[in-house]
């Protein structure tokens, strides 16, 4: 098939292959297709870099024997001796995998996709020219605002939609649509001694969200912050996360709220359902349905219907997240959170993962935090033990002044302990959630945090 497929054609061939499947002695099957356009133009110092556009999609088919074992396969050849060839394949992995009773298909109804707010006719109008005029524009204010920049690394732009479709042997057929727009800029700054490369970036569904002038203006804000760091003495400072240093610590606790974490003995939260591990004012959430988010989508990669989970309610943990398979183990319902791609098995992932945010700002914050560091980089976060929650983790930021503004550059000092203990000692959140992707962060206080220094 040489031309682009309609949906039609589509469904018709996922039709086929999940009645040719269960003919040939399957169980239960699945269809996952995916289809993309996207664009990407970037400078380097000014110059262009990259200037790629595209368009690819997968049809992908899992199939399911009477023992629970799971075969999956993916192409992007839609000619029926591919796809039948894609067919033996599934059943021929379904022979090496291992039986799994708890692997079922959703038998609900195909939610409504129309109102998911995850695609803006916008992003389809994007030109050429504005893409590479944006770049400029994003070069010449990052270039041009600061004296210590000495190159402007990358300057990028893309932008894209796509189109998904699942189907399934219990009758389910649905189709949706999103976009998404992006752009980050990359610097180099120096101060005659020191050196420093940061960034900035910003991602979103619609183009309208984007401001591509402020993401240069804070990718040279964040490196004349950190520029020239140095160890304060050791000692016991109050901590203040900026929200992408937050979404870091976010993601990583994110992680151990996946069933297939907690079923596989791999979290540390493993029969810990109602206890309390962080402060009373963390609330941590999970939520598919976030108009525009980067993770929103009307179901997951089951056909379950997106939904909106509590991970942990006021430091307490009072959810996990769970695909169909796990949520059989568990005896609950799916969460919707089942990911996957064309050529995978579903396993459980975020959608939009964030923490609930306070009421003031980080201004306020930061003059009750004089004397202490503020934080805008952990390293090592992806090192943390996620069994015994061990830690060990670098930082990078500024000692906050007596008037509560950022003052010396920090680099070279740790912070090592626990990761309740780091959680329960959280005494603030900020009012300003932002979304790094599909992770959200708010300015933290984290009070009386021993910090090994010079």
């Not at 992006?182 to 120096?190: I, L, N, Q």
Request: charged letters at 20%; glycine letters at 12%.
């Amino acid at each position: 098939m040489s031309h682009t497929p309609s949906r039609q054609e589509i469904g018709s061939i996922a039709g086929w292959m999940i009645e040719t499947s269960l003919r040939r002695g399957a169980r239960m099957a699945d269809v996952l297709f995916s289809s993309g356009s996207s664009s990407q133009f970037s400078l380097r110092d000014g110059s262009p870099e990259r200037d790629i556009r595209g368009s690819s999609f997968r049809i992908g088919c899992r199939t399911v024997d009477a023992q629970g074992r799971q075969g999956v396969a993916d192409t992007d050849d839609l000619s029926k001796d591919a796809i039948g060839k894609l067919i033996d394949m599934c059943l021929q992995n379904c022979q090496a995998s291992e039986p799994e009773p708890d692997v079922v298909l959703y038998d609900g109804e195909v939610p409504d996709a129309s109102g998911s707010m995850i695609f803006d006719a916008g992003v389809l109008e994007v030109q050429h020219s504005e893409r590479e005029d944006r770049c400029r524009q994003m070069y010449e204010l990052a270039s041009g605002s600061d004296s210590r920049v000495v190159s402007v690394r990358d300057t990028s732009w893309a932008d894209g939609s796509g189109s998904t479709m699942y189907a399934s042997s219990e009758g389910f057929l649905g189709w949706y649509d999103d976009t998404y727009a992006a752009c980050s800029v990359t610097v180099v700054m120096s101060d005659g001694d020191a050196f420093e490369m940061t960034g900035a970036s910003a991602e979103s569904r619609r183009i309208g969200d984007l401001d591509h002038s402020s993401v240069a203006r804070e990718a040279v804000e964040r490196g004349a912050l950190i520029l020239g760091g140095a160890p304060a003495p050791t000692g016991v400072y109050d901590v203040v996360l900026d929200p992408e240093a937050a979404a870091s610590l976010v993601e990583s606790v994110g992680e151990l709220f996946l069933a297939s974490a907690v079923f596989k003995n791999r979290s540390m939260l493993k029969n810990r359902m109602g206890d309390k591990i962080g402060s009373d004012c963390l609330t941590l959430v999970d939520d598919g349905t976030i108009p525009w988010g980067v993770g929103t989508s009307p179901w997951d990669g089951e056909g379950v219907p997106s939904g909106r989970t509590v991970l942990m309610d006021r430091g307490v943990v009072s959810s996990f997240l769970f695909n169909l398979k796990y949520a059989r183990k568990f005896e609950v319902a799916s969460t919707g959170n089942a990911s996957r791609s064309p050529g995978s098995i579903p396993g459980v992932g975020f959608s939009n993962l964030f923490i609930v945010p306070g009421e003031r700002s980080p201004r306020q914050i930061l003059e009750d935090c004089r004397g202490g560091i503020l934080v805008t980089e952990l390293m090592g976060v992806h090192t943390i033990d996620p069994v015994s929650g061990d830690l060990s983790l670098g930082v990078k930021g500024a000692l906050i002044g007596p008037t509560g503004q950022p003052g010396k550059p920090v680099a070279g000092m740790t912070m090592a302990g626990n990761l309740v203990n780091l959680l329960s000692a959280i005494s603030e959140v900020g009012d300003d959630l932002r979304f790094f992707g599909d992770i959200g962060g708010c300015t933290l206080v984290v009070r009386n945090v021993s910090m090994a220094g010079s």
